[in-house]
């Protein structure tokens, strides 16, 4: 268990539709990450936050969007969905400091389902 | 652009079988870390390498880090069937964000 939650662990819809994802980081840890992974394919960066502030931003779509609130938990928000978002999305949270500063543990993931 | 490329990209042995996988780039990197992930669940952390030329071990997992902190091994030794898996690198720089690799899948048959 990496202390890393994400709720749901599954999440059916259907195109056009919007979902929010959730995400809980260790305790302590300031800094939360978002990655999709499709079928077969590797892990792509979506975004970052650290302690409530976005900080840096991949491959992200802009029917999607994150934020972190001040408890530092963070949401994923996956708007007018389409069937290639079908994918599982994992958070995953570091301490962003000291010398392992990047060292990053993985939620469990959401698998998401858009038929 | 700071590519990380893992060779090979399918590895399937038989069990007792020893095997590297490699981590390559043309980039520098802080720390470079290894993962294994198993279908449907998350990538699970490994281990950690931040000093050039740094060996780790894990048990019959051998880790380590370039010279020149470019590229990255991971040995494992007389392989059982609980190590299959996907085993990805991933170089950390000052960004703070994670370069991943593509990933190994390592299938270890009984």
């Known amino acids: 268990d990496s202390g890393v939650t994400q709720t749901p662990k599954h999440l059916i819809t259907a195109t056009g539709q919007r979902v929010t994802l959730r995400c809980s980081p260790r305790?302590?840890?300031?800094?939360v990450y978002w990655y999709q992974q499709s079928l077969d394919q590797g892990l792509q960066f979506l975004i970052q936050?650290?302690?409530?502030?976005?900080?840096a931003k991949g491959n992200i779509l802009e029917r999607f969007s994150a934020q972190q609130f001040p408890d530092l938990h963070s949401e994923l928000n996956l708007s007018s969905l389409e069937l290639g978002d079908s994918a599982l999305y994992f958070c995953?949270?570091?301490?962003?400091?000291?010398?392992?500063?990047?060292?990053?543990?993985f939620g469990p993931g959401t698998r998401l389902t858009v038929l | 652009t700071q590519l990380l490329e893992q060779s090979p990209q399918f590895l399937s042995i038989q069990e007792g079988e020893n095997l590297t996988v490699y981590c390559n780039s043309s980039?520098?990197?802080?720390?470079l870390q290894w993962y294994r992930q198993e279908p449907g669940e998350g990538p699970v952390l490994l281990v950690t390498?931040?000093?050039?030329?740094e060996v780790k071990k894990l048990k019959r997992l051998t880790f380590q880090f370039g010279d020149a902190r470019k590229d990255s091994s991971l040995h494992i030794t007389a392989a059982q069937p609980g190590d299959t898996g996907l085993y990805l690198c991933?170089?950390?720089?000052?960004?703070?964000?994670?370069?991943f690799g593509s990933g190994t899948r390592l299938l270890v048959r009984p």
């Open positions: 995953a949270s570091s301490p962003a400091s000291g010398v392992l500063y990047n060292e990053q543990f």
């Open positions: 305790s302590g840890d300031l800094s």
């Open positions: 936050y650290y302690n409530g502030e976005e900080r």
């Open positions: 980039s520098v990197f802080s720390s």
């Open positions: 390498v931040v000093t050039g030329g």
């Open positions: 991933a170089g950390g720089d000052s960004s703070y964000k994670l370069i």
